[in-house]
């Protein structure tokens, strides 16, 4: 269904999408460090749900830039809440799983700050603020320039024996 007609019942043409780093990130295959876990968000590279494509920076931090398709709508135009969530249930879950903790979501608070416009390109920043124990807080936000939609705690627990 990528690329379908605008119809009545499709509104919103599927076009590449340009999901390109900065310059100074380095692609990061996500899949092959969690399996295929991955597949509710990054499940579908050329769906009409999500796109995404993660990065690293110098610092190893876990960045993402994701597109948020025409299957994301909640209010007319825009991104359903739900959708800006899982999108933070998986970057801020997975930052942790680079960082060295695997690990299971927790708990998480999404505070959503503006409403996402279908089809847009944003980028999500995340990174592992402390780990005591078994508990591992990750902090991240979803922004395109000054604009920031979401931000989110995710305090994740690792898991015995991994």
Request: aromatic share 8%; hydrophobic share 40%.
């Amino acid at each position: 269904m990528a690329n379908a007609p605008v119809n009545d019942l499709n509104p919103y043409p599927c076009t590449p999408v340009d999901l390109s780093g900065e310059a100074d990130w380095v692609a990061f295959d996500a899949p092959s460090l969690v399996g295929e876990s991955l597949r509710f968000v990054s499940g579908e590279p050329d769906g009409d749900r999500f796109r995404v494509r993660y990065y690293r920076d110098s610092e190893k931090h876990l960045h993402a830039r994701i597109w948020f398709g025409p299957e994301t709508e909640g209010p007319p135009g825009h991104a359903h809440g739900g959708a800006v969530a899982a999108v933070m249930d998986e970057a801020l879950g997975l930052a942790a799983w680079a960082a060295g903790y695997p690990i299971v979501v927790g708990n998480l608070n999404v505070s959503f700050r503006t409403m996402l416009p279908l089809q847009k390109v944003v980028t999500v920043e995340s990174r592992v603020v402390s780990a005591e124990g078994r508990k591992v807080m990750v902090h991240g936000r979803i922004f395109c320039g000054e604009a920031v939609y979401a931000e989110g705690e995710c305090l994740c627990i690792t898991i015995p024996g991994r």
